[in-house]
């Protein structure tokens, strides 16, 4: 998905490399120095999103590369507003 100078692919350090670098552009770290952002980051925002916007497990788990659908659940485990939302969506006797 990401291609360095050279038009090959960029390494999973890389990407750390230049995550780093932008998060410190952006003054997204915390007291220590440390980043906000990170793959781990992006890769759970990219899974919840797609999923609470109603994309089907199973495609998240496919674009995500996983072979099964628990590590996929591992990047999307619900908040509160997800439950909340859940239980406004139960059918109720009027």
Known sequence: M???RRGGRLTARAIDQLLDELAHDA???????????????LRHNFNTNLLRSDVDVVV????????????????????????DTAVTKLPTHQ
Not at 27 to 41: H, I, N, Q
Not at 65 to 83: A, E, F, M, V
Request: hydrophobic fraction near 35%; proline fraction near 5%; glycine fraction near 4%.
């Open 2 to 4: 990401f291609l360095n």
């Open 60 to 83: 998240v788990a496919e674009l995500m590369g996983h072979r099964r659908l628990d590590t996929t659940r591992l990047y999307t485990l619900p908040n509160h507003i997800d439950l």
């Open 27 to 41: 003054d997204l770290v915390d007291e220590t120095g440390k980043p906000f952002a990170s793959t781990y980051t």
